[in-house]
């Protein structure tokens, strides 16, 4: 097994991206958060991301997030608390995932044996 390639599976979803923000006036970031949050609630998750994204808004970013993780998308709701910043949901997303890595790497440990399978059903990344 070569350990230094676990990842590679995982394609172009990396981690983190940060980017500075555009300057915005405070009426400004209340005009766009109400937007977010209409965008939200009418379903338009990732509109409402955007619109939070740029303007830092951590609880719209924490919403996202929650929504990520209903939807099994742990790696993308873990960016949201990242920014949002949420620590307690980062430690706890954080936790799952180095369950889950442990996982993998026992998994691959068999598949060189050719005694199972490496799919990973019900976790997408």
Do not use: C
């Not at 709701?77 to 910043?85: D, E, G, I, R």
């Not at 998994?107 to 005694?115: L, P, T």
């Amino acid at each position: 097994m070569d350990k230094n390639n676990i990842f590679d599976r995982f394609g172009d979803q990396g981690f983190i991206k940060t980017i500075e923000r555009p300057a915005l006036t405070d009426s400004q970031k209340v005009a766009l958060n109400r937007k977010g949050n209409e965008l939200f609630n009418k379903g338009r998750i990732e509109e409402a991301r955007k619109i939070y994204l740029t303007t830092g808004y951590s609880d719209g970013l924490r919403r996202v997030g929650e929504y990520y993780e209903r939807q099994g998308k742990i790696l993308e709701a873990l960016k949201m608390y990242w920014l949002a910043p949420d620590k307690a949901k980062v430690e706890q997303l954080s936790a799952k995932l180095a369950i889950l890595i442990q996982k993998l790497l026992h998994q691959e440990e068999k598949s060189d044996d050719g005694r199972t399978s490496t799919a990973y059903p019900g976790h997408e990344f």
